[in-house]
């Protein structure tokens, strides 16, 4: 079992930046491949970025690209997403997510663990 707990969602004015950090418990997942994903308001849930194991391997959804940067530091069991030029259609819940088997995807369905989400909310 691995549990993932975000944190560092909060209120940004849109131009702004945040930082989310997405933190895994009960086993390492430095194996695995991590992704983010958002659900914003009567919307269904979208991917946003995944890494690779090692970190080498990222991908980015359009609406995110040159924006939004994934990281992670696997001596932490930890991944990160950074943020910046937020604008108001960024407003969402965001998610991690650990896929257990295979590579990189976009899909949520192919994810086996999901964190609670942390809302962040960006003002105009």
């Known amino acids: 079992q691995v549990q993932l707990v975000e944190s560092g969602g909060g209120l940004v004015q849109a131009g702004g930046s945040v930082r989310l950090s997405c933190a895994a418990s009960?086993?390492?997942?430095?194996?695995?491949?991590m992704g983010w994903f958002r659900q914003a308001p009567g919307k269904e849930r979208e991917f946003v970025a995944v890494i690779s194991w090692r970190g080498i391997s990222t991908y980015y959804a359009d609406p995110v690209k040159g924006r939004f940067t994934i990281s992670r530091d696997n001596a932490k069991n930890t991944v990160y997403l950074e943020m910046n030029s937020l604008k108001p259609e960024d407003t969402a819940v965001y998610y991690c997510?650990?896929?257990?088997?295979?590579?990189?995807?976009?899909?949520?369905?192919?994810?086996?663990?999901w964190g609670q989400g942390t809302q962040v909310t960006v003002s105009s």
């Open positions: 997510a650990v896929r257990t088997s295979g590579g990189p995807s976009m899909r949520g369905l192919d994810y086996d663990y």
């Open positions: 009960g086993r390492t997942v430095s194996n695995y491949a």
